[in-house]
Structure formats: C-alpha cells, structure tokens
C-alpha cells in the first residue's frame, strides 16, 4: 500500500523539538559573557531565514559567524537533542523503522547534527539530506559546504526536482521551506507541523494542520502507536475554569476551547455535538435533552463539589463518565470553620462591630481560648475528621457522632448518639451531608438538648438546620455564638438579595457559602477533574466517577485494552466473551462492575486480532459505547 509513498520531514523544530543550531549556540556561547544578545540574535536570523525575509545562505554564514562552535560541542549538542526529538515522533518510533525505506529527512540544517538522531531512528543515512559543516585544522567550524544543493534558497525544492520520485509525496514540516515543495507541485500534500511551534505563515497554506505527528499517520490510515491522536478530542471548558485544568489537557495535546461564561439551550446544543470532553461549574445545566445532542461525548468534568446540575442517569445511559472534585475543597471548609472557632469564642466579631461603631469595650468578660475546650464533630466524613485532626493538634478535646461507623482520628472520642454529643461539648461544628433525612436535624429539640453558651457552626448544608430554632436559642442565649455559611434559602446569583432571620444578631457570623471557596480549592479542583478525566481517557479507570460503577485498573502493558460500556442487562460479558472466544482471543485480564443503568467491562487482550473483532464486538446488542486503547 505504501509502495510507492515518500514521506518528506524536517528536521529542526519538526523531527525534533527545537532549532538545532540554537542549542548549539546555548552550548558554544555558555561561558560568553554576551550570550543572552547572541542567542536573540541568532533566533531573530533563524526566524528570518524560515520566513524567507533573508536569504537562506546569508541566514546561515551568519549564525555560524556568531556561534564560534566546533566539534566538541555537536558532541555535547547530540545528548541533548536526543531527549528533544518531537514527542509524538518518538511515540511512533516503530513507525519510522517499519517505513525507514519511504522516509526522508530534508533539511537546511546540518548532516554532522541530523544523523546521530536520525540513526537512533533506524532512518537509513542516505535518506538524509542536509547541509555539511565545514572545519578548520582545530575543529572549529568555519563555514558549510556552499555547493551542496541544501545550501541554495530554494534548497528543497531543487533537491525534489533532483531525486524526481515517481508515486506520492507527502510532506511534514514547520516552515515556508516545506511548504514551497508542495507550492512547486512536488508533493500532493503538505502537512503544516504544529506540536513545537505555529507558523501562522503556512496555516493556511496547507494542505492539513498536523498538531502531533499521529494526526499525520492518522489522515494517512498509517499504523500510530496511539490508538487515537489525542488533538482529535476536542475539549470545551465553561464557567472560567481555573488555569491549572487548562495546562494539563494542553500538555496531554487535546484541542481546547475555553468560554468564560456558562452556556444554555440551542447554543449549548450547537457546540456540544463536537465535543469529548466537557468541563462546567454550577452554572450550566445538562439535561437530557442536551445530552441527546451530545453524541461525542466521553466525560463531563465538573469542577466544583455539587452535580445537581446534571442528569446523571441519563449521561450513565450515553455511556458518559462524569467526574467533579470531592476532596478538593474539604481543607479550605476545615480552616475556616476553625478560625470561626476561635472568633466565636473570643467574641471577635461582635467587639469588631461594636468598635466600628465607635464603642470601645475592653473586657475579657465571656472571652475564651479554645485550648481545652470540647468540640463535637456531627458527620465524620472528609471534612468533620480532617477538622478533628487540626482541632486536636491545637488543643481541643475533640468528640464526634456520624451515622456510619468511622475510625477515630488521634485521640478522638466517638459518641454513640448525636444527643449524647450535644451535651457534653462547647462547640458544635456540624459537617453531615444533604440527604433528605437530614432536612431539619437540628430543630427544637437538639438545640434544647445542647448546653448554655454553646457555639453553634454549619458550613455543610442550610436545610440540616431550623433556622427559626437556631434564632430562637441564639436570642435566648443557649447558643453563645454561631458561624453559619450555608441557608436554606440561597439566592442563585452573586448579584441575589439576601434576607434571614439570622441578620443583626450578636455573634453571629454570616458568610455567602465560602465555605470552600478559596483560591487553593480552585487549583486542587482544577488539578483533581483534569486529572481524572485524562485517567479515564487513557486508561478506562473510572474510580471516583459519579456516575460510572468504579473501576480501578491495572496499567496495560504488552497488551491492548477493550472498553465496553452496555446496558445492565443479563448475559452481557457472556456475550463479549463468546465474541472474543470466536476469534480465539487469549485474554490478560477482565474487569467488570455494574451500578442500575449500566455495565462497564474492561478485557485486555494480546496485541494481534482482527478489525472485525471490533465489529461484532460494537453489533452486540445493548452496548452504549466501545473504545480499543493501546
Ligand atoms: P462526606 O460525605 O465525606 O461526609 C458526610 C458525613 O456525614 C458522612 O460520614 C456521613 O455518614 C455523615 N452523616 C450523614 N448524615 C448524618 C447524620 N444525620 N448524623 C451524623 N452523621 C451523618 O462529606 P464532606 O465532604 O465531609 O462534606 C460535608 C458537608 O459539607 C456536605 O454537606 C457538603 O455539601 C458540605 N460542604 C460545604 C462547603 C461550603 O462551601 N460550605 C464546601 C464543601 C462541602
């Protein structure tokens, strides 16, 4: 099939990661005392030459002149360059050596450079066309070859011109140069190299912009070590998220788009149907009737704590993993809520009000530390034994009460009943989750049962609380003080009114659900979701999903990886397992778990079967989705 099919590529800054002769130059100059001015001039004579604003052998005595470098240094240069090849080029090593016949390396650069990397390659040394450095009796260099054909300004084209292929020519590279073979009706195609650097030049002169060298081999129908490029999964991330999330799926190499507003309706719609990830906050609502546009999609990254925002199910039955950030903000929750410890019981707020109103009240009088005080955890999951953790170290006498059986943290004591709790302990910080049994926990009776002069802290849910109970025991004075973030009615806005009984109390701290919002909690969320999702991609591990039956996975190696999502239905893995026994498939490994909408079956397999495998496998009836990873 590729008989006859020539593959031209460049070498600096296409085969490799960088221009060959600036990092020669980092290295010639490294003890000059001008090299940062060199190396800019340099870059500045590179970029002219690519351009074609300067002539090509002018670009070229010149930067020689300024490099002052000589034969020890390429030495050194090859360590480096060999840590620098492309890395979608080094992914697909096995590529050039099954193709080294088909492939050539044509380049302004320097053969004493090129081939040392290129043999690593297993590309045949006459398949390198390049220019030759000339050198003196000491070894340094002191000009090239001006009579090889690489040399002229339109070097590339000339060179085509002379090897005169007979069938099809393709060429990859970064430059105007690359792009002139095609211009001369040389090449059928030219493939504009964007991984290490963007030309706007030559955009939108070729014939395909290749983001990594598997897009190239992928428009090809050649075999890439890859199962997918990953610039083909298109990314959409709403709501402003926070840049750390924007890096990692840069780094991975998908094709990001970014808003920062939330999206709804038909224009939601419109771009959701190209899309394979999805990232949001709060705002934006995935319904079922979004989601039946929603025919790419992989994964949905919410990058805050809460999902009720999206339809789950119904993304469970399009085979969607979704994925938001349960931990992420627990440490933020944690030390607000002990800082309003300690402003509680020091009265901090109250006297800062008084003060700002230009009453002076100096008295210790119901002032306390909170070293030695009793402090009751209600729900000890991450939040409440995290904030034990840090209340103990600074020395509080810490109690908890939570519905499941928990380990104690430190020298934490465990009550058996949430009343028991009340009425043994100073502060009361209540940290449970927001399930309907939990509406109205603490009504009349529990703040009944508390003792006099109790601090009162909510930062998990408004409707755990009565807030009307709460108003009455803070006026009456069994609660001491309270901090309360979260109510039971909360306006959906940033620009929302708010009204509460709780307003105008003394010692009362009110805060606009903060509790977890803070600058750390953005980045962790940020880095947890992305990282999730890409796992997810890359591996079929959906451990932590909201949605998905949690799988975590061994790593795949010497073996490729099945992933097949289906409808909770009997007889399922029967069935992909029939279809594997039909084409005598040896399996490595097999995962399965199911949750009420789905199941999710992950089979690594040897490395050889046939594409209708993949057929039959995809015709089995009630499969959602199917991907092959390797
Ligand atoms: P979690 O799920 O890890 O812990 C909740 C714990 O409460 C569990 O151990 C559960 O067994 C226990 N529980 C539930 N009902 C209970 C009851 N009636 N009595 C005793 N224990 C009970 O949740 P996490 O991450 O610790 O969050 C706790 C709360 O904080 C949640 O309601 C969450 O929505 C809220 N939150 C608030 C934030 C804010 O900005 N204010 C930020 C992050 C979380």
Same mark, same amino acid.
């Given at each position: 099939m590729t008989k006859n099919k020539h593959f031209i590529i460049d070498f600096d800054s296409t085969f490799i990661q960088v221009e060959a002769l600036e990092e020669l130059a980092r290295i010639s100059l490294r003890n000059n005392p001008d090299k940062k001015n060199i190396l800019k001039e340099i870059k500045r004579i590179t970029d002219m030459g690519i351009e074609m604003k300067m002539s090509f052998s002018e670009s070229l005595s010149k930067r020689i002149r300024l490099l002052n470098a000589n034969r020890?240094?390429?030495?050194?240069?090859?360590?480096?360059?060999?840590?620098?090849?492309?890395?979608?080029?080094?992914?697909?090593?096995?590529?050039?050596?099954?193709?080294?016949?088909?492939?050539?390396?044509?380049?302004?650069?320097?053969?004493?450079?090129?081939?040392?990397?290129?043999?690593e390659y297993e590309l045949p040394d006459a398949n390198v066309f390049a220019n030759t450095f000339l050198f003196d009796e000491e070894d340094n260099i002191v000009g090239f070859d001006e009579n090889n054909v690489m040399a002229q300004a339109d070097g590339k084209t000339r060179l085509l011109k002379q090897l005169n292929f007979s069938g099809d020519i393709y060429v990859i590279g970064d430059g105007y140069t690359d792009y002139q073979i095609r211009e001369a009706g040389l090449a059928n195609k030219f493939y504009a190299f964007t991984e290490n650097i963007?030309?706007? +030049?030559?955009?939108?002169?070729?014939?395909?912009?290749?983001?990594?060298?598997?897009?190239?081999?992928?428009?090809?129908?050649?075999?890439?070590?890859?199962? #997918?490029?990953? /610039?083909?999964?298109?990314?959409?991330?709403?709501?402003?998220i926070h840049q750390a999330a924007i890096e990692r799926f840069k780094q991975e190499g998908y094709n990001i788009v970014t808003l920062p507003s939330g999206l709804e309706g038909e224009e939601l719609i419109k771009r959701i149907e190209h899309v394979s990830v999805l990232g949001i906050r709060?705002?934006?609502?995935?319904?079922?009737?979004?989601?039946?546009?929603?025919n790419r999609l992989i994964s949905i990254g919410v990058f805050c704590i809460g999902t009720d925002q999206i339809t789950l199910p119904e993304c469970s039955k399009?085979?969607?993993?979704?994925?938001?950030?349960?931990?992420?903000?627990?440490?933020?929750?944690?030390?607000?809520?002990?800082?309003?410890?300690?402003?509680?019981?020091?009265?901090?707020?109250?006297? +800062?009000?008084?003060?700002?109103?230009?009453?002076?009240?100096?008295s210790s009088l119901g002032n306390h530390e909170i070293r030695g005080k009793r402090l009751g955890i209600v729900g000890y999951g991450k939040i409440g034994s995290q904030l034990s953790v840090l209340a103990e170290s600074i020395g509080m006498e810490v109690y908890y009460y939570d519905i499941f059986e928990k380990l104690a943290m430190g020298n934490a004591k465990k009550c058996n009943s949430l009343p028991e709790l009340l009425k043994k302990v100073d502060v009361i910080s209540v940290h449970v989750d927001g399930r309907e049994s939990n509406r109205h926990?603490?009504?009349?009776? @529990?703040?009944?049962?508390?003792?006099?002069?109790?601090?009162?802290? /909510?930062?998990?849910? %408004?409707?755990?609380?009565?807030? +009307?109970?709460?108003?009455? @025991?803070?006026?009456?004075?069994?609660?001491? %003080?309270?901090?309360?973030?979260?109510?039971?009615?909360?306006?959906?806005?940033?620009?929302?009114?708010? +009204?509460?009984?709780?307003?105008?109390?003394p010692n009362v701290i009110l805060t606009p659900h903060v509790g977890g919002s803070t600058v750390e909690a953005q980045k962790n969320i940020a880095e947890f979701v992305s990282h999730k999702i890409i796992e997810y991609i890359n591996t079929g591990d959906s451990i932590f999903s909201v949605n998905f039956p949690n799988l975590q996975l061994p790593e795949f190696t010497d073996s490729h990886r099945l992933i097949h999502i289906h409808e909770n239905i009997p007889g399922?893995?029967?069935?992909?397992?029939?279809?594997?026994?039909? #084409?005598?498939?040896?399996?490595? %490994?097999?995962?399965?778990?199911?949750?009420?909408?789905? %199941? @999710?079956?992950?089979?690594?397999?040897?490395?050889?079967w046939d594409s209708s495998l993949i057929r039959d496998l995809k015709k089995i009836p009630g499969t959602i989705k199917f991907r092959i990873l390797y």
């Open positions: 020890s240094h390429i030495e050194l240069l090859h360590k480096r360059l060999k840590n620098k090849v492309s890395v979608s080029i080094s992914r697909n090593k096995e590529f050039f050596r099954n193709f080294r016949e088909h492939i050539y390396i044509v380049s302004g650069g320097f053969k004493e450079i090129i081939l040392p990397i290129t043999r963007e030309r706007t +030049s030559i955009l939108d002169k070729a014939d395909h912009i290749a983001p990594s060298f598997d897009e190239f081999l992928f428009l090809n129908k050649l075999p890439m070590a890859i199962s #997918y490029p990953k /610039n083909r999964i298109n990314v959409l991330l709403l709501e402003n709060s705002k934006t609502h995935i319904s079922e009737e979004i989601l039946k546009h929603a399009k085979g969607i993993a979704v994925f938001n950030a349960p931990f992420s903000n627990t440490r933020s929750v944690v030390e607000l809520a002990l800082g309003e410890i300690i402003m509680l019981m020091r009265n901090v707020f109250e006297k +800062s009000t008084n003060l700002h109103r230009g009453h002076w009240d100096k926990l603490f009504s009349d009776p @529990y703040f009944r049962a508390m003792k006099h002069g109790t601090i009162f802290i /909510n930062l998990s849910r %408004g409707s755990v609380v009565d807030t +009307s109970a709460l108003v009455k @025991y803070i006026k009456n004075g069994k609660i001491k %003080g309270a901090a309360i973030d979260v109510f039971e009615e909360e306006p959906v806005s940033n620009q929302g009114d708010f +009204s509460s009984d709780l307003q105008n109390l399922m893995l029967a069935q992909i397992n029939g279809v594997l026994a039909h #084409y005598d498939i040896n399996i490595n %490994g097999q995962y399965l778990q199911t949750n009420k909408e789905i %199941g @999710y079956v992950i089979t690594d397999i040897s490395k050889t």
